[in-house]
């Protein structure tokens, strides 16, 4: 069964606007969410993280926001840049034992 | 380099033949993971290890997979006796085993299984 959503498989944004990705889980054991990034014939690369305790993380251009209630984590990029173009997975774990269950992915094109 | 590193990156059998992959994790790494990921979808989670001790199993690895840390250092996946729906990207990832923390993926291993 799928524990991590990720609704939109595409998403078109232009250079310089905000691209919003958006996941939902099922699983309430999870405790801490990760946002990977992968370009073709590469492993993915871990990009953020917010654990459940939070509700907002930032990292330079990336923020990740987390609403526990609603079971979403949504990551913000801005300004879109045209080096982010890739794929993004999200991805949850619980303390258990942290493996990882991943979203199917999103990928974001930015259009100069 | 000091990341996780993979081999073969590309791997192409008969159906029915046996294939080994190699794993190399982040040196200090305790921890490493195995996942497969099939086209239009996220890595699915197989196997881990804490040191050499295999802690967990996912129900997608059939018995024709095994996997092995000899040692807590490298890590081999092999199956055997390989079917077409084996064809997939094989992903290794290593952490350090503390209260969450990211995880470190190598490039992957393609395998065809014609």
């Known amino acids: 069964d799928q524990q991590v959503k990720q609704n939109s498989p595409s998403l078109s944004v232009q250079e310089g606007r905000i691209s919003i990705l958006n996941c939902d889980y099922t699983?309430?054991?999870?405790?801490?969410f990760l946002w990977y990034k992968k370009y073709p014939a590469e492993g993915p690369t871990f990009l953020i993280s917010?654990?459940?305790?939070?509700d907002k993380n930032e990292d330079g251009r990336f923020t990740v926001f987390l609403n526990k209630s609603a079971k979403h984590l949504s990551l913000h990029i801005v300004p879109s840049q045209p080096g982010d173009s890739a794929v993004y997975f999200c991805?949850?774990?619980?303390?258990?034992?942290?493996?990882?269950?991943f979203g199917a992915g999103t990928t974001v094109t930015v259009r100069a | 380099d000091t990341g996780v590193s993979q081999n073969p990156r590309h791997k192409i059998t008969k159906r029915g033949q046996n294939v080994t992959f190699r794993c190399d994790p982040i040196?200090?790494?305790?921890?490493l993971y195995w996942y497969r990921q099939t086209l239009g979808q996220g890595p699915e989670f197989l196997t881990y290890?804490?040191?050499?001790?295999?802690?967990?199993k996912s129900r997608l690895l059939s018995d024709r997979f095994s996997a092995e840390r000899p040692k807590g250092s490298f890590s081999t996946l092999e199956i055997q006796r390989t079917e077409q729906g084996d064809s997939a990207m094989y992903l290794c990832?290593?952490?350090?085993?503390?209260?969450?923390?990211?995880?470190?993926f190598g490039p992957g291993t393609r395998l065809t299984v014609l």
């Open positions: 699983n309430s054991m999870f405790d801490y």
């Open positions: 290890f804490q040191n050499e001790a295999q802690l967990e």
């Open positions: 991805a949850a774990s619980a303390s258990n034992d942290y493996k990882l269950s």
């Open positions: 040196s200090e790494h305790n921890r």
């Open positions: 990832a290593s952490t350090v085993y503390r209260e969450h923390n990211e995880q470190f």
């Open positions: 917010i654990s459940s305790i939070k």
